[in-house]
């Protein structure tokens, strides 16, 4: 079965980097549209990064300049890292995949999520 694992979050200051890591395992993963959300109390997931089967990535606009999404298809690891942290940033970030190589629509597959923190 499709496993999604994230690791990677933590605490660290404004300014500060991180770099979440999301294994993925039973699918052929390269061809999936894969990306990560986040989500804080009340509010609804955000699409923060996308990658698509085809390697094109998309961003929202408060993450353009400062976060990367890429992955790694020898390895089934798909990565987010995150410079230049703000206390926005804060949320619970989740791995996600789409049964598709294209990224429109919904996800079909989520990750448990990883915590960050950024304090100002």
């Known amino acids: 079965q499709v496993q999604l694992v994230e690791s990677g979050g933590g605490s660290v200051q404004a300014g500060g980097s991180l770099r979440l890591s999301c294994a993925a395992s039973?699918?052929?993963?390269?061809?999936?549209?894969m990306g990560w959300l986040r989500q804080t109390p009340g509010q609804e997931r955000e699409k923060v990064a996308l990658?698509?089967?085809?390697?094109?990535?998309g961003y929202v606009d408060s993450a353009k300049g400062r976060f990367t999404i890429s992955r790694d298809s020898a390895k089934n690891i798909l990565y987010l890292q995150m410079n230049g942290l703000k206390a926005e940033d804060t949320a619970i970030y989740y791995c996600?995949?789409?049964?598709?190589?294209?990224?429109?629509?919904?996800?079909?597959?989520w990750g448990q999520g990883t915590q960050v923190t950024v304090s100002s």
């Open positions: 990658i698509d089967g085809d390697g094109n990535t």
């Open positions: 039973g699918f052929t993963y390269r061809r999936y549209c």
């Open positions: 996600a995949a789409r049964s598709d190589r294209f990224c429109g629509g919904a996800f079909d597959y």
